[in-house]
């Protein structure tokens, strides 16, 4: 019986019951909707910086392991600027290049310059890690949406079922009659923003945890990068 019933509420289109839905429904719809369509928006802006980096991400490695003198790999560099990688070779690089001028007593011949100590080389460390802060926060953006569209749309979409349900009831207490013709707009009505607030909440919940997951890949190489960058310098200038 109660399949029955379900199907008759959704013999129509949802232009009708939408039609019938109270102005606080249409509210929570709109919102539902706006919420829906600027999750994916994000979903493929994101899927296409997420890609793009990676892609960088793996060229800049290599060519930083082909190279044998991190000068050699400043040339590069600016080619993968999708990569957080390509930031902090420059951020690294540039320090370096500071601390080795700073030694140089202002100018001298490159035979003079002093050598880096550990504070030196934990000075470019600091530098990097600021710049990788910087990265992953760029990264960052937009991904929050996504989740506060998957925790904020089922409840939201719960009022409406609410509303729907108290629709239903009103519709039945204002003509006394119970029949499926009195309270099917009400329950259509629920059921639809059951529908939509799940809708909009289970594509931006699964898109979240593949951002966080593509982001803790993304700060994980770029540590590592870090590490290199500053044994290298170390093994360069020791």
Do not use: C
Not at 95 to 105: G, P, T, V
Not at 202 to 209: G, K, L, Q, S, T
Request: charged fraction near 20%; charge should be neutral.
């Amino acid at each position: 019986m109660n399949s029955i019933i379900i199907l008759d509420i959704f013999s129509g289109t949802v232009w009708q019951i939408l039609k019938g839905t109270s102005p606080f429904g249409i509210f929570i719809f709109s919102v539902l909707v706006i919420m829906s369509v600027v999750s994916w928006m994000i979903i493929f802006y994101k899927w296409r910086e997420f890609r793009a980096a990676e892609t960088d991400t793996i060229s800049s490695q290599q060519h930083f392991k082909r190279t044998r003198q991190l000068a050699e790999a400043a040339g590069q560099a600016k080619s993968y600027g999708q990569s957080p990688l390509s930031a902090l070779f420059r951020s690294g690089f540039e320090e370096l290049s500071a601390l080795k001028e700073r030694k140089n007593e202002g100018g001298a011949l490159q035979s003079t310059v002093h050598l880096l100590d550990d504070d030196d080389l934990e000075l470019i460390e600091m530098s990097m890690e600021k710049t990788l802060t910087e990265e992953i926060a760029r990264f960052e953006k937009k991904v929050v949406f996504l989740a506060t569209t998957g925790s904020s749309a089922p409840f939201m979409g719960l009022l409406g079922t609410v509303v729907g349900i108290m629709n239903a009831f009103w519709s039945i207490g204002e003509r006394g009659n119970a029949s499926l013709a009195i309270v099917a707009p009400g329950i259509a009505e629920a059921l639809l923003a059951t529908i939509v607030g799940l809708g909009a909440a289970i594509p931006a919940v699964i898109a979240y945890n593949w951002a966080n997951n593509k982001l803790k890949v993304l700060n994980d190489r770029s540590s590592g990068f870090i590490l290199d960058f500053v044994s290298r310098a170390k093994k360069e200038n020791r």
